[in-house]
Structure formats: C-alpha cells, structure tokens
C-alpha cells in the first residue's frame, strides 16, 4: 500500500474508450476522522476497486510538519552530487539514488538502469565426476542469478555451427516461402517480425525477430508429426527467374539436435533435483519428463532497422515460462550483459521451476537488445508433461515459509501464461 501528499501527482490508467489523458480524474476522499467506520470502511473499497486510489483527509499529520519535510527535502536534492553520493541506496534499501539509477517501466527507451559490461555468470562443468560439487554450484547459480553457463555438455561443436548454418539458411528465403510454413494450433512453424511482443507494456507493434518452433514428433491423436518442414526437394522455383536452393539436411540437422540437447536437459534435471535435496530421479519417477514439452526454437535478428524501430529489443523484456531454457549465444537495477563463451551452453530457469521451488530459484527477467547488425540464436525450452502437477517441493517449505503457490497442472499454467 502506498500513498503521497501535496506535490506529488500521478497519472492513473483505466480503461476508456475516450482521450488517453482526462482533464482531471474524481478519486473518492475518505475522511479518517469520521465517526462512521462501516461507510468509511465502504468508501475505501469502492475506491479500490474502481480506481487502486484515493485522497485521505482529516487524517491527523499537520499540515506545518508536511511543509517542513518538503522544506528539509529540497534543503538534501540542492547539495553537490558528491555531497549526496555518500550516503548512495545501500543494501538495507536505505540512501540516495541518483538520476537515471531506476526505470519502473522495464519497455522504457530512455536510460534508466545503466548497463554493466559484463555479468560473471557461474560456469558448470556437466562432465565433472564431482556430482554434489556441481549440484551446489547450480543452486548457487539458481538462487543468485537464475543463469549460468553449461560445458562440456557432449554436444559437438560441428553440429551446433550445422544447425546455425541450416536456420540462416532457412531465414534467407523469401517471406512467401517461409509464411508457407506459418506457426500453426500445434506451436510449430515460423513466426514472421513483429508476430510477437513478450513485454505486452511495449510501445511498438512487436518485437524484431523471426522465429521457427520445432516440437516433438508426436502429440497428435491421429499420430501425425505436428512440425512443419521445409521442403526438401532437389530445387524451388520462386517466381519466374529465381531458383532458391532447397534444404535437403534441415530436418535431419535439427532433429538430431533436438534428440541431443534433450538428452541434456534430462542430465541437468537430475542435477537440479539433487541441488534442491532431492532424488536425483524426482523429475523422472514424477513423470514430469515423460513425453516432456520441449520445443526448439531457431531465432533471427535482422540487422537493418526501419525509422519506426529506433528503441525496440529482438525480445522485449520477459521472463520464461517453462522449467529451464537452454541458448546458444547482482544488483537487481542494473541490466546486465552476458558474453558469448565458445562452447557453452546459457541455461536460464523458467517461471514454472521458480514456482515448484517456492521462489528458491529465480526466474530472472532479460531481453535481447537490437545493437545495428544481424544476429542468430538457438533456444531449447523444456518443460514437464502436460498433466505433471507442479506444487511446492517439500525441500522448498517450512512452517515459516509456506508454499506461495497452490498446485496447478503443468499444461494449464502454460495455457494461463500464454493467454
């Protein structure tokens, strides 16, 4: 709950089909003197309710001591910069924070935040023959960070630059070729600019990228292969002149590579488990891996920017809704870079496995700048069965730290989220 007197003005958004800016909104006044508490009490909740605001009146603080604090307030705001960087916001949410040190709307194309150069993401070893070791090392990455950097994770280094190779390829062609294979009621398919915008505060049309989803082969009554793919002919005739090549190694890369970055995810669950106390087998003798909901996903940042564009991300910001997600490519203010290691993997927990642990573990927002020239990403989300019911692990609650959330099957969250 908050409020504020005198020179402090806010503007309120409701929904109105009118102007975007009133000449003044009529917020209730509640009076804390009045000698009537059920109407009082009535007042504040249709106030609430209608609004999430209202004046206070009659509510015991002399006007004389308001003024004095605006007064010893300006008194502080006019020292030298210097003067007042020595009492900087601490660690106990104490002290000065100066210009530009926040930004409430995470969409903001003004400062804000500063940028740090570079977030020292821990590095896990999958090889290590150290498994408590390595387990200790995730948590600490989980509770702190939400990210960190996979290695030596068996995925040879050829058949990533392969799948790299076939995804540009894939984006090369042109927009009627890849609309052919359009995002479809199964989750697979391509997803043109602009289809999507992960920050629904955004003040652009969508975010600047194009996207193909590959899910597991299955999932369909009829046991057809819900994916869509390219066609793998010997060539494509494109209008009258132009012969675009065809992709005969698409599918067989990418379903190679998708058997084997499922295959880590599924050693980094057992890991999991074991980082937060439990059987090293828990996700597996729950069945959350049984017939998992994994999908990868092959990202294109075009590089060329129209005038409309100028402050868009690749990806807004956003948090993701799974349990973990696998790419290719502390101070909660600051947006913080993550440098490309050769090799590794950049593994992030999602929403869902923030909820199992109570909160333990972060699902941590991030988002993907727009820096001037074309860039490729590949992404690997895993998520658990779609009737797997996440509730709060019993390693994760106490008496003094009850679970958050109430259970919920893994596909009706997921439905929840993507509403």
Not at 71 to 83: D, G
Request: proline residues 6%; contains cysteine; glycine residues 6%.
């Amino acid at each position: 709950m908050g409020f504020a007197v005198l020179g402090y003005k806010r503007v309120v958004w409701r929904k109105s089909a009118g102007p975007k800016m009133s000449r003044n909104l009529e917020l209730p006044l509640v009076d804390l003197s009045s000698s009537d508490p059920f109407a009082t009490a009535q007042l504040i909740r249709k106030a609430c309710v209608e609004y999430g605001f209202f004046y206070l009146i009659n509510h015991g603080i002399e006007d004389t001591l308001i003024w004095e604090v605006f007064r010893e307030s300006k008194k502080f705001f006019a020292l030298p910069l210097e003067e007042k960087m020595k009492l900087e916001h601490n660690d106990a949410h104490r002290g000065y924070t100066p210009m530009y040190a926040e930004t409430l709307d995470p969409s903001s194309e003004f400062k804000g935040p500063k940028m740090s150069r570079n977030l020292e993401l821990p590095l896990v070893d999958l090889s290590s023959s150290d498994p408590f070791a390595t387990a200790q090392l995730i948590r600490k990455a989980c509770v702190e960070y939400g990210f960190f950097y996979l290695i030596n994770h068996g995925i040879e280094d050829t058949l990533i630059w392969e799948v790299f190779r076939e995804s540009k390829k894939f984006f090369a062609l042109p927009p009627e070729e890849k609309m052919k294979l359009e995002h479809n009621d199964a989750h697979r398919g391509y997803t043109p600019i602009y289809a999507e915008t992960l920050d629904p505060s955004s003040e652009f049309k969508g975010d600047l990228k194009e996207s193909f989803y590959i899910g597991p082969n299955g999932g369909t009554s009829s046991g057809k292969d819900p994916n869509q793919w390219p066609l793998e002919g010997s060539i494509w005739y494109y209008g009258s002149f132009d012969i675009i090549e065809s992709l005969p190694s698409w599918r067989a890369t990418m379903e190679s590579y998708y058997e084997r970055v499922l295959a880590v995810g599924r050693r980094l669950l057992s890991l999991i488990a074991f980082a937060l106390n439990l059987d090293d087998q828990f996700f597996e003798k729950i069945g959350a891996l049984n017939s998992p909901m994994a999908f990868l996903r092959l990202l294109h940042y075009p590089g060329e920017l129209g005038a409309s564009d100028k402050g868009n991300y690749g990806a807004s910001a956003h948090s993701d809704y799974g349990m973990i997600c696998r790419e290719k490519e502390k101070h909660p203010q600051l947006w913080e870079d993550v440098s490309h290691i050769d090799g590794a993997l950049i593994v992030n927990i999602g929403d869902m496995l923030e909820r199992w642990t109570n909160c333990i573990f972060r699902s941590t927002l991030h988002r993907v700048l727009v820096i001037g020239k074309e860039r490729y990403s590949v992404a690997f989300f895993l998520d658990p069965n779609y009737d797997c019911v996440v509730e709060c692990l019993e390693s994760c609650c106490s008496k003094t730290s009850p679970p958050r959330f109430p259970p919920i099957r893994s596909g009706d969250y997921l439905r929840e989220r993507l509403r």
